[in-house]
């Protein structure tokens, strides 16, 4: 059963029961007080079972800004959540900071100075530059399509398989709104924390103009007079595979590089991840400020959806719809608030066009 296994509420049984409810969401075509029933009939034994028939009953969500710290659900969500972090680069900043959401916290544009001084000599003044901003909980999410016959199935198979389809989806999307560059915040999203950093353009994939773009992204930050206390290189894969192959007269200039996220580059902490593609960024994570809220779910077999990473909207002519009724999918419209900042734009830099083959 769905958490036979485990004797003890932890995070990995409660993001399991999260995904499993998600599925008998999903038999219940969005009906709570059904899927309440269904879950019930599936795992009669759960410890949650009391958790999921309260949710049924209130007239609320998980959504931040409607009555989130109320909602039994928003517990199982969090759990989601927790599981979710350790698998984006989120995990790779360990020393960045948590903060709430739609609460105002304090930020910094530049730093102070300190200098030697004589006896009987003035001391040095500076200015630290300090301002106000609000990490406000922008709404992500978006819907994830299983087979009426998988959404079905009791198994613990079944429950494992929705969960890491769900936790490969919102990974993906994670971590492309940190890394890419577009991203202004000028939309439903927040800004990317490459957006204001400064760009490098790669000079070339050889060993020489490789080795001199990174010490011109590690160049721009100290220029700044960024502290560098908890510095992380972030790159693709690929790159890292072409990265560790790099050699010159005196061998492998990072003979360190390697894809299981424990390698560095210069010493400096190296991450990996699939939204990087073609740029090498780096980004002192003591910098980083991290905001995200419980995840909610929802479902629906009775609708018709454009299968793609970038739906048109509004819809146009061309626009190709698929009905999941008549597929026989069902689809689960997962969302979460989440926000990021830097504390200090300039405390990233990135190398840009760096393409291998």
Known sequence: MEDSLVPTATTSARSRAFCAYSACLAQARGDTLEAAVIYKSRFPRSLFLSTIERSAVLPMSTAPGSAEALSPLADLGAAFVEILRPRTLLNAFTAARTAPLNVRIPLQASGARLAWAAEGAPLAVTNPTFAAGTLRAARCG???????????????????????????????????????????????????????????????????????????????????????????????????????????????????????????????????????????????????????????????????????????????????LTSLFQRGLTGLRLTMGANWRLRRADAAAYISGYVVT
């Open 142 to 320: 978006g819907v994830v399509v299983l087979t009426d016959e998988l959404v079905r199935c009791g198994s613990p198979n079944a429950v494992d398989l929705i969960q890491s389809d769900l936790l490969a989806a919102a990974r993906l999307f994670v971590d492309a709104g940190l890394l890419d560059p577009a991203a202004d915040g000028s939309g439903a999203s927040p800004a990317s924390l490459l957006n204001a950093a400064s760009e490098i353009v790669s000079g070339g994939t050889n060993a020489a103009t490789t080795l001199a773009d990174v010490h011109a992204a590690v160049a721009a930050l100290a220029v700044a007079e960024v502290a560098l206390v908890a510095p992380v290189f972030v790159t693709s894969a690929r790159i890292v595979v072409h990265l560790a192959g790099l050699r010159d007269a005196g061998g492998f200039i990072f003979p360190n590089a390697r894809l299981d996220g424990t390698g560095d580059l210069l010493g400096v902490p190296l991450a990996v991840s699939p939204a990087a593609a073609d740029i090498i960024a780096l980004i002192d994570a003591a910098e980083l400020l991290v905001g995200i809220g419980a995840a909610e779910i929802d479902a629906s077999r009775e609708a018709a959806v454009e299968m793609r990473d970038d739906p048109a909207d509004p819809t146009v002519a061309g626009t190709v």
